[in-house]
């Protein structure tokens, strides 16, 4: 049985699974919005709003847990802390849209872009 075990798979093991939504989230820091499968974009909208929320405050500790998710990489820390949260210091959620694409051609698959609103 399933219960209380609401994340997706997407047909991976957990480690290449992770690698997958930080990659997502990377991107989605770096570019602004990024055009992905819908499951994929439901999956990483939580995440990628803990860490806005986290990255708001500005201090030193909030910078180090957005370096500890992203590997230490400089540019996204920078991005999200200097540019991205200082817009949504006086909003207390709802940071990202996920607005829905036309179906894929080759497989059929749901298409979404998640972006910062």
Known sequence: ??????????GRVKKVRTALLRSLMR??????RIKTTEAK?????????K???KARSGTVVSRRFVAKEFFNQD?????????I???YKGQSGGYTR???LPRR???????ATIEFV
């Open 75 to 83: 540019s996204v820390v920078k991005k999200l802390s200097s540019e």
């Open 1 to 10: 049985m399933r219960h209380h075990k609401a994340q997706r798979k997407f």
């Open 51 to 53: 860490l806005v929320t």
């Open 98 to 100: 996920i607005v829905k």
């Open 27 to 32: 991107e989605l820091i770096l570019r602004g």
């Open 41 to 49: 974009a439901k999956e990483i909208r939580p995440l990628i709003e």
């Open 85 to 87: 949260a200082p817009k």
């Open 105 to 111: 051609k080759s497989d059929g698959s749901s298409m």
